[in-house]
């Protein structure tokens, strides 16, 4: 690594290379975020590294004053070998908690000892230490910013029992977990946890997207917030509330759960749905030397997610040749009558609840009612892990559908809907000549760029 561009980064505190690399000071044992707010230590006893990971692998601490745990994400590796990403993914979405390296291997197509193979290429560790790290530094992050007891903490983290966490936290992190505890100042009852992302971040404009497109009981949002139910696997229910906060570059993010349980794929599911690990500096940057597309552009502009690919899928069907404003009504009559209660609240409808509905409450084609429940079907055998272009063997589902999903469903950086009407309104109104593989890898930024302009 170029020690150069790091040094300034660091002694500017910039919050834009938050997370995109790391300072381990040799004299002190321990490694920081750039925007630690410690005094700068000398260039001589300093070493740079470009994950959390790498910093601990190499025998370095976290630090207790910016906590690495809580930096956004870093994409320096995405786009460089895309079994990675997905096996990152899954591992995300707790795929290790409580299954197998050998099981995690076969869903991706590969061996056990290639996949560690690409691992150690790609993040200088094996699949089953990123995992064990990413458990740590969620635990790490409840022990500093909640009051939860040890024993839930441990079951948030994934872990079996409250000795096994005590043993790997103090022999991979260098301190007791009880350290942590006496040094957190959270006097909150509740499961509250901080978010950060990269600025710049156009809050406003993603608030707006989703605003126009909110669903009552499902969704709540405001000027400063959005929130929403949440279902995942092995019967967790709930809801979460995200507030923005933009002079500390992130979202304090309030959780309700039916029943205590992993955290980790919850917390994956919410940075996605928000985008907060976007290097949008790089994106924004790529996009602005497209010609005539510069004086457009909105700089920080996120991807919108929406919470599980099926959902994304029957949002998609339901907005097939029909404005935002019909789609969303339609979406708001399916929840209401097929979506589960929680409280005040209702969560998404199930496949296998729409698979054996028959509809008659939404007025549109009944071709498009039997899309909807071939699509239910179709994902209550299978599942939302396969790949949604297998979809399109469905009567009804067409490439826009699925690249929808895999836009927002799944928030893959490089879909260019050149088919969607709004873009090419966008497109002629603004009198725009561009050509979209010029934006990869990041054209799914550039179709959000062009609905902006709408």
């Known amino acids: 690594m170029d020690p150069t561009p790091y040094r300034q980064a660091r002694l500017a505190r910039d919050p834009r290379f938050d997370g995109r690399f790391f300072i381990a000071v040799r004299t002190t044992g321990i490694y920081c975020r750039p925007i630690c707010p410690a005094s700068p230590p000398k260039e001589e006893n300093v070493t740079y590294f470009d994950s959390a990971i790498a910093a601990a692998n190499a025998g370095y601490r976290p630090c207790l004053r910016c906590r690495p745990d809580s930096a956004p994400g870093s994409w320096a590796w995405r786009g460089s070998d895309t079994t990675v990403e997905r096996a990152v993914r899954l591992i995300d979405e707790g795929a290790l908690i409580d299954g197998a390296i050998p099981t995690l291997a076969s869903r991706l197509g590969i061996s056990p000892r290639y996949l560690n193979k690409l691992f150690q290429q790609r993040l200088g560790t094996s699949a089953k230490q990123y995992a064990l790290y990413q458990q740590l530094m969620l ?70 997207f989703l605003a126009r497109r909110l669903v009552p009981g499902l969704e709540w949002t405001g000027p400063d917030h959005y929130g929403r ?19 500390r570059c992130g979202f304090e993010v309030t959780l309700e759960l039916t029943e205590p349980g992993p ?5 994956h599911h919410i940075r996605r749905l928000l985008d907060l690990d976007a290097e949008i500096a790089t994106i924004d940057a790529h996009l602005a030397q497209l010609p005539g597309l510069g004086p457009h552009l909105q700089p920080g502009l996120r991807l919108p997610g929406i919470w599980r690919p099926f959902e994304a899928g029957i949002r998609a069907v339901l907005g097939q040749q029909v404005s935002v404003a019909a789609a969303r009504n339609l979406v708001c009559q399916l929840v209401a009558e097929h979506g589960e209660t929680l409280g005040p609240h209702r969560l998404f409808p199930t496949p296998e609840r729409l698979a054996e509905a028959s509809l008659s409450e939404l007025r549109m084609p009944d071709s498009r009612r039997q899309t909807l429940r071939r699509l239910a079907a179709h994902v209550a055998e299978h599942g939302e892990q396969e790949d949604p272009q297998r979809w399109q063997a469905l009567k009804g589902i067409g490439p826009w559908t699925v690249d929808y999903v895999r836009l927002r469903g799944r928030s893959e950086p490089d879909v260019f809907l050149g088919g969607d009407l709004g873009v090419k309104h966008a497109l002629a109104r603004r009198s725009l000549n561009l050509d979209p593989q010029a934006a990869a890898p990041w054209r799914s930024y550039l179709t959000f760029q062009l609905w902006n302009l709408l």
């Open 139 to 208: 635990a790490k992050r409840l022990l500093h910013d909640t009051q939860l007891p040890m024993a839930e903490v441990a079951a948030a983290a994934g872990f079996g029992s409250v000795r096994r966490f005590n043993d790997c936290f103090a022999r991979e992190l260098k301190l007791p977990p009880s350290q942590i505890r006496r040094r957190s100042t959270s006097k909150g009852q509740g499961l509250t946890l901080f978010l950060s992302y990269r600025p710049p971040y156009a809050w406003a404009q993603l608030q707006g």
């Open 229 to 247: 139910t949440l279902a995942l696997q092995g019967g967790v229910r709930g809801r979460f509330t995200a507030v923005h906060q933009p002079k």
């Open 263 to 267: 955290l980790m794929p919850l917390v």
